[in-house]
């Protein structure tokens, strides 16, 4: 689904939703460090279930990594954690908000959100810069000239951040993958988000590339000051040293969920790629290779 399209709200006509809606609310001033809350989330398109009935909470300072085959429904959990989406039942939670009871505008600049799909809405001759600072105005496409000089700065700051300031001038489409990623990720950290989603950043980059990204997710997953971050990928070499849980998807189905070593063994990740694979990590990184 394109990110820009969103389903309307569900008919929530039932007296389970308001229930549930309900008991998220009381359960969710219980625990205000509370940054995502998913209760028993489902996504049906036509005859597909694309997301079977999630329950998933995400505290703040915590790193996640979602993992999974393709098609397993990553995207679109993240495009419900994003407020890209609506489920179709069950009730999702966001920064303390209910989707379905809140203006969504007003959600999506707490979300940075780096993906496929929204880089693909950006304009090939967009500068670089330009597709940072646009963040801060929630579009992409510079339309207006007077930016504020504070935005810039902070965009050139996010773009130095990640290796990337000298191509500030540049067009989008002339970088390569890997220097066009850490754009995406500078943008959705642009408006100082309570809650980094990144859609497979790795997908596509050299082996140089993807080592550089790893770094700096470490570093980022480091920083006290960060935010709260999930990251989709169907890699396990690209878990970040530092991210601190994880949770996996298979057909639209949670396998396991929780601490990144509680859920990173040899008997989950079969399950979830359906082969049986061999497991090692080493010093916080990762690796999978299928068992003879
Ligand atoms: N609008 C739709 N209608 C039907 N199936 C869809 C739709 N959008 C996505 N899908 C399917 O749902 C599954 C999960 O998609 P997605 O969340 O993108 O998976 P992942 O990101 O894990 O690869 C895929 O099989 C995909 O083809
Ligand atoms: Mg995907």
Known sequence: MHSSEIAPPPAHDSRAFWLALAAFSVIGSLFMSEVLGLAGVSVVRGTKTLLDNVDWRVAEGERWVVLGPNGAGKSTLLQIAGARMHPTRGVAGILDEVMGAVDVFELRPRIGLASASLAGQIPELEKVLNVVVTASYGVTGRWREDYDRDDERRAFSLLEEWGVS???????????EGERKRVQIARALMSDP?????????????????????????????????????????????VPPGFTHAL??????????????DVLTEENLSDTFGLPLSVTSNAGRYTATARN
Request: a negative charge; glycine letters at 10%.
């Open 166 to 176: 000298t191509f500030f001038n540049r067009t989008f489409v002339s970088l390569s």
């Open 194 to 238: 309570e809650l980094l989603l990144l859609d497979e950043p790795g997908a596509g980059l050299d082996l140089a590339g993807r080592e550089g990204l790893v770094r700096r997710l470490s570093e980022l997953a480091a920083d006290p000051l960060a935010p709260c971050t999930v990251l989709v990928t169907h890699h396990l070499e690209e």
């Open 248 to 261: 996996l998807l298979r057909d639209g189905g949670v396998v396991a969920q929780g601490p990144i070593a």
